[in-house]
């Protein structure tokens, strides 16, 4: 039989020079824009896959149901051929791959959803219209994930 005291007793105190490691889940602060950040990204993530999968298998298959989902993204979607359906796959496994990384606070995914976004800057500014509310919305997106950059590693 063993003998315990009747209370716990206190954690030593730290000395100076060691780390002192908590029990517990701990994460570093992430701010609230970059966990939205990181949601739509995999929320666009899934889109691109799903949408990849329509195109890569729509010849095989036939559409059916899933014609209402092809004509909400527009009706050339089914003649962009697998090719193309294997590149907006892949392309929702990377989108897949930044959110995690948003989530996780890693320097690349930071770094690579900044160049994208100035990519699309670039193309709105010289191909489209360039001052519209989506231009300004990835402007606010940009110069936020520059305010922020402190918090990832």
């Known amino acids: 039989m063993s003998v315990r005291p009747p209370f716990h007793t206190p954690p030593m105190p730290a000395r100076p020079g060691t780390v002192v490691v908590h029990a517990g889940f701990a994460h ?3 701010p609230i824009g970059i966990s939205i950040l990181s949601v739509l990204v995999a929320l666009i993530g899934v889109g691109a896959l799903i949408l990849g999968l329509i195109v890569l298998l729509g010849p095989t298959i036939p559409v059916g149901p899933l014609q209402a989902l092809v004509t909400i993204f527009g009706e050339n979607v089914v003649n962009l051929g697998p ?5 907006m796959f892949l392309g929702g496994f990377i989108l897949l791959s930044v959110a995690n990384g948003l989530w996780h606070q890693e320097l690349w995914a930071l770094a690579l959803c900044a160049v994208s976004l100035f990519a699309a800057e670039a193309v709105i500014f010289f191909f489209f219209l360039p001052f519209t509310y989506l ?5 606010g997106l940009f110069v936020y994930l520059l305010a922020v950059r402190k918090s990832f590693s």
């Open 28 to 30: 570093p602060h992430r």
């Open 83 to 87: 090719l193309g359906g294997a590149g």
């Open 135 to 139: 231009f300004f919305v990835l402007l």
